[in-house]
């Protein structure tokens, strides 16, 4: 049987692979990928294609959001734990500066120095991490009390209902769980645009295509594995 090219037939080396993803976990990113484009998930998690490297020294998208996720971790883990205060946000806006050039130097040692576009990159991506952290800051300097409990909290969760008896696991990063006033908040950066309309609950179905849902589609996830990891320690 030939499979037409927006078709792929299951043989039993797929199925085989999909049983091995399911087992080590399939990461929030990945779901998004199948729902929003199954082809695309075959193509990268079952054949194990990558997408090409676009030749150049310039930032790529991927590492720009990990510059920015390792910054504004590295910037807050001094403070996990305790009540933050006006003035951690000033020592966390001045040590931005140095703390976003080391991570850039050990990312591209070969060109510690950023010239260029490169510059020009880490300049916004700067200036974004620093409007962050004084918007934050505001609310603090309001009266609003603030606790990070944990970043960068790793997962590992299986699913309830296996299928044909194979365990389905789910597994994942929370950038950030805080205590914003005594309620639990679960954080997860983005770089680009959210749309406010998208983060609204409609049902499951509404998630299939429409990439634009990733961000609250992960949320769940994430709300589901942080829920699930709190009643098993309870």
Known sequence: VNASPSEVIKTPHMMERLEHLAAKGFSPTSLTTYLNDPITFYDRY???????????KVISDLT????????????????IGRVLHPKDYDEMC???????????????????????????????????????????????VAGNELIITGLEKEFSLPLQECVDG???????????V????????????KTGKIEKSKLSWINWESFVGDYKRNALFQLLLYAWAY????NCSS
Request: aromatic share 8%; with cysteine.
């Open 46 to 56: 079952i054949l194990g294609v990558k997408d090409p490297e676009v030749p150049g």
């Open 64 to 79: 720009r959001g990990t510059l920015i996720h390792d910054c504004v971790e590295q910037l807050y883990t001094p403070y």
């Open 94 to 140: 001045a040590n931005l500066p140095a703390t976003l050039a080391t991570l850039y130097a050990k990312t591209y040692p070969e060109m510690p120095e950023p010239k260029g576009e490169n510059f020009l990159i880490l300049s916004a991506y700067e200036r974004g991490i620093e409007q962050f952290l004084k918007e934050e800051k505001k609310h603090i």
């Open 166 to 176: 194979k365990q389905i696991v789910i597994r994942g990063k929370i950038d950030r």
């Open 178 to 189: 805080d205590q914003y006033n005594g309620v639990t908040r679960l954080i997860d950066y």
């Open 227 to 230: 829920l699930e990891n709190e």
